[in-house]
């Protein structure tokens, strides 16, 4: 493990960031695509080659995958003995991490070569690529709880910085600022979080902190005994922390700004929001899992209800969308939910063994990655050809499309968890390990299951078959090579992603493990997933009435699905009535009138006072005359009483 | 090195201004800014070199003079790493005012004249180690602003100067009363100014109770302590932009010092006993400050509100008396200083620009100023925190160092400041979103960006905040021993 080799891997992208934030313009120009490709495909070269020198040479050791840390730096040094470090933390996770992030992000970024060619700010576009590249793959290879906080901050300011990208429509502007205010208040909670953390177990340094936390000793039963609330420091040490991951993760009720982010330019949604940032509270809990599984006073539990309850909702909410990036947004949300809830799936008395929840959760973390990046840039191939994100002004764009078709049907059966592409196998490992551990939670991913089947399958239909398409699109071509070649690729990944051993690399305690494929088990979701295939293919594959007349069936409970739930509107009611009426408009009112008013009455006060005494200073010589007769009298009187007994 | 030299530049700038014509003027203020900036790096360089050899007294390049042995106070400058963060802030906003103030059209000489006199008072009161010269220079931080503001301002400006003055020197007298009373109830042989000297007696605290709270009250009025920040939003308001940058950059840091230097440090018990209503005021004004800020419609407003809140995050790490909530104490001075300063300076670029200062009537703004709002952005981001700027470092520094704090009090105190970076968030990405993006709102579209000296000038702050923001150790290292002695002290050591 050379730490240059890997240091490589974020600064790349970084500098990328640095060459084009500065000289984009005036040097680089169009070619600004290129650099970023460039310096992204050897940070991806390079990242690929550790990842496998890790996984098959260096990493396992007597039957376990080590833990390194080859380069740490001092950052901060606290007075109290809290250290920020920079580090690089090498692990499964992490290696897993950077092969997901470096393979999505050269795949956007090769792909708006095309989708972003002739935008003014183009330099712009990939210098805020790289910014978001270099803090992702910084996340992940955190070693310090400080240092993840760090970057953590930094992919929500350039998921702010993209999704505001097409600066001039207010939409843009509120949906950046809505992303950013909504994660940073559920940063406010990881903020506390590690604040509590580490101040119980004196450390900041994540294997530390882990194996402090985790394991039987002085720090975890004084974490567990001292208590506030009813709860003890670590459980609200884990929720607080929780929280942070959950708005990141866009879970309910958090999620609100996930599909608002969709104002990003499209290849933006794929790399950010879909494949790498929003996971990361999946990947915060996954690094912290040793606490949150064995120690957390079962606060695991609730990570496994909000997951699977955010998991079913939105793919209800998914079924009525009519903008395509937005069933695509709430598709994320759904599946997240599901990484979410499988990491919940503990069993009671593993103690830190092998367990499939978490191989499952990081399995469906990697293949979701690579179907649904492909969902999006299908996606943003196809907004790109009709010039609109509404279902309604699509259809039919299988034979003009053939080969963003053919991608797309693949990544669309692959999150409905058909065999053999790579959402089945992945799905089937998180089914599996709910169905072991919590019936309840099974059956409601069985449901989503199904739910997610439909939503994709009339999105693919409603795009690609329904009506007939209109003579008004004058393309010859679906794209260029740019624009079509990740598509390809990502479709390959769909169909080989699923075939990788993923329990030989990543588990709960880093020993390899042998999953079985149980045919049984797996009947019973496929059934469910074709069931909500050809119900959308009988709505949607042609035009009819049929699904019109059910949402009118359906009465108020769609209605309410369309408009998601009324979410929305209450954050908005609490921000807008609370925090703006009921105090910030007091407080500045407040400050106004009555503390400056109190400055201003002091003043007046004075002014009141040297009015009144003004008449002393009268320049007539006979009432000075009258007060120097007093003044002697009372000096007289004070000299001659001052030894009276009274005073 | 002979600290003289930092004081005598500005003095000899200033007098080298008066002489000139009103052409040169600005050449000749840029000239001695630009001197001061470097004898300031000369002068980093010269302390960590002194350390480095492992010369560990606590005060370096120490001089005395008498100077009214009769009173009992002498001239006596010296520096720590505290004086030498503080000294680098001052040089760094001074050419930094010079700059975007370099096409000044009304009075320039007597305009260039006073923004050098306000750094020279800076400057002397970064180094003084005798409370009487100390709150000499003060005095000549203060006045020179009442002229800033009823000569070159803008808007209310002579209710504004007037109030900004008074408050100041309300602010002042207590601190003049404080600093008597003290001198005159100690037995005639102890009598001294000297704060070295005081740091070694053992002040009764039958006297620490009540000098305490005067002298911290009235370096807290400088640093908007509330309630006694009202003064900030009218001052900075009207005051021009090399006024309002020099007012939130360095002079509210005058405050912060004093605080930390003349009464915490000299009064430890008196520190004790107030703490917990210093913490109950900082919060205040750190939440209280912040929401008042999503009220302003202006952008002077906005960011002179900000100030409000920025700064209680200095009285809070004081407060909280603990070694790392200090250090982020003065962590936060610098970066305030710097952003702040960095903040006031654009919203002037960009008032030359549009005449106006409501954010509403302002969109769009990155399309035809692109240098300028992307400047924005950063000092945006810098004040809410973002790592990798200055924000972040000087508010977890103070998070980490007040959790240190075990009681639910100080805890819940904690919290609270937390919150604001919400709070924050929200008032600074509605205004530089409003500003920067949505549809143009613009005279013309043609481009209108940041002319040589206003994009040197935002290039010199901006590199200031990445250096502490990126690189945060040398600051500690720099700043930490000096911490030490003062929290030394408070443990009773």
Redesign the interface.
């Known amino acids: 493990m050379n730490p240059t080799n890997i240091l490589l891997i974020p600064l790349l992208p970084l500098l990328s960031f640095v060459l084009l934030g500065l000289f984009g313009k005036s040097f680089f120009k169009t070619k600004a695509g290129l650099v970023g490709c460039s310096l992204m495909l050897v940070s991806f070269i390079i990242a690929v080659v550790t990842a496998s020198s890790y996984f098959f040479s260096t990493g396992l050791q007597n039957g376990q995958y080590q833990q390194l840390k080859p380069f740490i730096m001092p950052w901060l040094k606290f007075a109290n003995g809290l250290v920020i470090e920079m580090g690089l933390l090498i692990d499964p996770l992490s290696m897993i991490m950077i092969f997901v992030v470096t393979f999505i992000s050269l795949m956007v970024h090769i792909f708006s070569l095309s989708y972003m060619k002739g935008e003014e700010r183009f330099h712009v576009y990939y210098a805020f690529l790289g910014l978001f590249t270099f803090s992702m793959l910084g996340l992940v290879l955190s070693s310090n709880i400080f240092q993840i906080y760090i970057f953590w901050e930094l992919v929500g300011v350039s998921s702010f910085l993209l999704i505001g990208f097409f600066y001039q429509k207010s939409s843009a502007l509120a949906a950046a600022k809505k992303a950013f205010i909504v994660t940073r208040f559920a940063d406010l909670g990881f903020l506390i979080g590690i604040l509590l953390l580490s101040a119980q177990a004196g450390t900041l340094d994540f294997l530390e902190l882990i194996s402090k936390l985790s394991t039987p000793g002085d720090t975890l039963t004084s974490a567990l005994a001292t208590t506030f609330m009813g709860f003890s420091a670590l459980s609200w040490g884990l929720a607080l922390v929780f929280m942070g991951a959950a708005g990141k993760s866009a879970m309910f009720p958090l999620h609100i700004w996930l599909p608002d982010a969709m104002e990003g330019p499209t290849p933006v949604s794929a790399l950010i929001h879909a494949a790498t940032m929003v996971v990361a509270g999946v990947f915060l809990v996954a690094r912290l899992y040793p606490v949150y599984a064995f120690s957390g006073a079962g606060f695991v539990h609730f990570i496994d209800d909000i997951g699977a309850f955010t998991a079913l909702f939105a793919a209800i909410i998914a079924c009525t969308q009519t903008d395509i990036k937005r069933v695509l947004a709430y598709s994320t949300i759904s599946q997240i939910g599901f990484m979410m809830f499988a990491l919940g799936q503990v069993p009671p008395e593993t103690n830190g063994a092998a367990n499939l929840g978490y191989t499952a959760s990081i399995f469906h973390l990697f293949t979701h990655a690579i179907f649904k990046a492909l969902l999006f840039l299908g996606a943003g191939a196809v907004i790109h050809y009709v010039h609109s994100n509404e279902m309604k002004d699509m259809g039919g764009l299988r034979k003009k499309m053939p080969v963003t078709h053919a991608m797309f049907l693949l990544a669309c059966l692959a999150i409905a968890g058909i065999p053999p592409f790579a959402g089945f196998f992945s799905k089937e490992e998180i089914l599996l390990a709910a169905w072991e551990n919590n019936p309840t939670i099974f059956w409601m991913a069985l449901v989503t299951s199904g739910l997610t089947a439909f939503y994709m399958f009339r999105l693919y239909f409603s795009i690609f078959w329904n009506k007939e398409p209109e003579g008004h699109h004058h393309h010859e071509k679906e794209g260029d090579i740019f624009l079509l070649a990740p598509l390809v690729i990502l479709g390959i990944g769909t169909v080989v992603a699923g075939f990788v051993p993923f329990s030989q690399l990543v588990s709960a305690d880093r020993k390899p493990f042998e999953t079985e494929l149980h045919l049984q088990f797996s009947i019973a979701p496929v059934v469910v997933g074709l069931t909500g295939i050809l119900l959308a293919s009988w709505m949607y594959r042609k035009h009819s009435a049929v699904p019109e007349n059910l949402a009118r069936n359906m009465g108020g409970f769609y209605k309410a699905a369309k408009n998601k739930f009324y979410i929305d509107e209450l954050w908005l009611g609490f921000t807008k009535g609370v925090l703006f009426n009921l105090i910030a408009k007091p407080a500045a009112w407040f400050d106004r009138n009555i503390v400056d008013g109190m400055v201003k009455a002091t003043g007046s006060g004075m002014e009141w006072i040297s009015y009144r005494i003004r008449g002393v200073q009268s320049g007539k010589v006979q009432q000075y005359g009258l007060f120097f007769l007093f003044g002697i009298i009372i000096i007289v009187s004070v000299y001659l009483f001052k030894n009276v007994p009274w005073r | 090195m002979n600290l003289i030299l930092i004081i005598l530049i500005p003095l000899l700038t200033g007098l080298a201004i008066l002489g000139l014509n009103e052409k040169h003027a600005r050449t000749a203020a840029l000239a001695g800014a630009l001197v001061q900036l470097v004898l300031a790096l000369v002068l980093y360089a010269a302390f960590t070199q002194e350390r480095s050899i492992g010369n560990v007294f606590p005060i370096l390049f120490e001089q005395q003079y008498q100077w009214f042995p009769s009173l009992g106070f002498s001239f006596h400058i010296g520096v720590d790493g505290i004086s030498i963060a503080m000294i680098l802030l001052t040089a760094f906003v001074v050419i930094a005012g010079v700059l975007v103030s370099w096409n000044m059209e009304k009075m320039k000489k007597e305009f260039f004249f006073f923004l050098t006199l306000l750094g020279f008072g800076a400057y002397g009161f970064f180094i003084s180690l005798d409370l009487m010269v100390m709150f000499f220079f003060l005095e000549i931080a203060v006045i020179p602003k009442y002229l800033f503001i009823s000569i070159w301002g803008s808007g209310n400006k002579d209710y504004s100067a007037n109030?900004l003055a008074?408050?100041l020197m309300g602010g002042s007298a207590l601190i003049l009363i404080a600093l008597l009373g003290m001198y005159f109830s100690m037995p005639p042989e102890l009598r001294t100014f000297d704060m070295p000297k005081l740091a070694e007696m053992n002040i009764p605290f039958s006297l620490q109770r009540w000098v305490f709270p005067l002298i911290f009250t009235g370096f807290g009025i400088f640093t908007a302590m509330?309630?006694f920040?009202?003064?900030v939003p009218d001052g900075h308001s009207s005051a021009p932009t090399a006024g309002s940058m020099f007012l939130a950059g360095i002079s509210m840091k005058l405050g912060g010092y004093g605080c930390l230097r003349a009464a915490t440090y000299l009064f430890p018990e008196g520190a004790h006993e107030y703490s917990s209503i210093i913490i109950i005021l900082a919060s205040i004004a750190i939440i209280?400050g912040a929401?008042?800020t999503?009220?302003?419609k202006d952008l002077k407003y906005i960011n002179a509100y900000s100030s409000i809140s920025h700064c209680g995050f200095v009285l809070l790490g004081i407060g909280m008396l603990?070694?790392?909530a200090i250090?982020g104490a003065v962590f936060q001075m610098v970066s305030h200083g710097l952003m702040t300063a960095l903040f006031f300076a654009i919203i002037g670029m960009v008032y030359e620009r549009t005449h106006t200062r409501m954010v509403a009537d302002m969109g769009?703004l990155?399309?035809v100023m692109p240098f300028i709002i992307t400047t924005l952005y950063i000092a945006g981001?810098a004040s809410?925190g973002?790592?990798?700027l200055s924000g972040?470092?000087a508010e977890?520094?103070v998070?980490?160092?007040s959790?240190?704090n075990q009681t639910f009090f100080h805890r819940a105190a904690?919290?609270i400041a937390?919150?604001s970076?919400?709070?924050t968030?929200?008032y600074i990405?509605?205004a530089v979103?409003?500003v920067?993006?949505?549809?143009?709102k613009y005279s013309s579209d043609q481009k209108d960006d940041g002319r040589w000296n206003e994009k040197w000038a935002a290039v010199i702050l901006i590199a200031g905040i990445l250096l502490m923001g990126l690189a945060?150790?040398w600051l500690?290292d720099l700043v930490?021993p000096g911490?030490?002695v003062i929290?030394n002290k408070l443990a009773g050591k």
């Open positions: 109030k008074l408050m509330f309630p920040h009202t003064w209280y929401f008042a999503m009220m302003q603990t070694k790392t250090t769009g990155l399309k981001f809410l973002l790592p990798g972040f470092v977890m520094t998070f980490v160092g959790w240190e904690t919290v937390c919150a970076i919400v709070v968030a929200v990405l509605r979103g409003q920067s993006m949505g549809p143009l945060p150790f500690n930490s911490v030490e929290t």
